[in-house]
Structure formats: C-alpha cells, structure tokens
C-alpha cells in the first residue's frame, strides 16, 4: 500500500481516476471511482473494518494504519470480492485490489492534513460538466452506502451533521440529464462539490468525536 504524502501533489497523484474507473467495472457492483473513494471515506467515518483488523477505537497517530487497512479490506471485499475475478481476469483484479488499497490510505492521509483536508477523486476538469456532475452525485452515493456499511443513518447522527446528512441525500436525488457545460452550470458544481466535502467532514467528525474520548485499552485496565 502506498502512504501519500502530505502535500497535494502526492495526494492527487496517488490514485489514477481514470485508471480505477475503469478497473472497477469488474466489480460486481460496478461503481465508478468516486462512488468508490465515497464508499471508502463512509468506512473510514464509521470505522467500519473486515477480516482480522478490529473496528478503531480512538482517532489517535497510533491508530490511523490499522484505521486505514481496515477500511480498505472491508472496501476490497465489498467491491471486489474472491468470487469477482473470471478467465484471464485475474491481474485486473488484482490490480483494482492494489489501486483501492491505495485509495484508502490517499483518503486517510487526506483526512489528516492540516491544510487542504479531503479532496473529491472526480474526473479531470478538462472533462465534460455533465461527467463531472454525474461523479459528485456518485460519491454523495458511495458516501450514504458506506456509512450504511458502518451501520450509520440518519438516525444515529444529530444536529450539523444530520441536517448535512439529509443534505447529502437530496443531492443524490438531483436530475442530471438536462446539464451542459454553461459557465452558470460550471459554478453551480464547483459549489456542490465544495458543499458535499464540508457535508462529509462535518459527517465525518460527528462520528469521529465519541471515539476520540472514549478509553483506550489501557486505560481499562
């Protein structure tokens, strides 16, 4: 698994979107690479986690490697099951396995930096709006999946965080057939998109905040 950096530069580097986009359509679930690193973020808020990785206890520097391995085995195994791979498949799925490894541990280290904190993996801006737009409504998805993964709905989330919940939700609902690539439209998602990361952190340390209080092991003993 690769570890990022903490500028942007390695942050953005280390995950091909194109490249994950494309491996993904393997997967039985079929998701893009954004509905993917939404997934990915909704695991990491709820510590959710699969195989022999326990669920973190505390949001701590000593914690963040077993925070990060255990959220991308329990995305591998939800996107990329052993059962996934067919003839002549297999380095592909291997391969996928590697880059979502990877996109967990961009994900994680992005939710540690002081400065620049989560950025949404999207298409390049190069890209038709319509693509773009299509993406973000992917990740606000993957986001509501893996928190559901995490066992997390609106239910269990209150004040700031349960109105961005509700937020983030409405998005998912938005009709996306009609854009084009206006300068107005442009603006319009630039605004989403910067809406969905600050709904995600405030999801993100609602979750994360009981955890940071509540006692180590040691502390038990």
């Not at 925070?67 to 002549?88: C, I, M, N, W, Y």
């Not at 280290?109 to 038709?128: I, N």
Request: hydrophobic residues 45%.
């Amino acid at each position: 698994m690769q570890t990022p950096d903490s500028n942007s530069d390695s942050l953005d580097a280390a995950v091909d979107y194109q490249e994950l986009d494309q491996l993904l359509q393997l997967s039985p679930l079929a998701p893009g690479a954004a509905e993917a690193q939404g997934i990915c973020f909704g695991l990491l808020a709820t510590g959710a986690t699969s195989g022999a990785v326990s669920a973190a206890v505390a949001d701590t520097d000593s914690d963040r490697p077993n925070r990060a391995q255990g959220a991308a085995q329990r995305l591998v195994s939800e996107l990329l099951p052993e059962t996934a791979a067919e003839d002549g498949q297999a380095s592909q799925i291997a391969r996928a396995r590697i880059l979502l490894q990877d996109l967990t541990a961009m994900t994680c280290a992005q939710l540690d930096a002081p400065v620049l904190g989560l950025q949404l993996l999207l298409p390049a801006e190069d890209r038709p709006l319509r693509e773009r737009a299509i993406a973000a409504n992917g990740w606000t998805r993957g986001l509501l999946f893996g928190l559901a993964l995490g066992g997390i709905d609106a239910g269990g989330l209150q004040g700031e965080a349960r109105e961005a919940f509700d937020d983030l939700l409405e998005i998912t609902r938005m009709d996306l057939d009609d854009l084009d690539d206006g300068p107005e439209n442009e603006e319009a998602l630039t605004e989403i998109v910067e809406f969905i990361r600050v709904a995600a952190m405030l999801v993100h340390e609602a979750l994360a905040a009981p955890r940071r209080h509540a006692p180590t092991p040691k502390e038990l003993h």
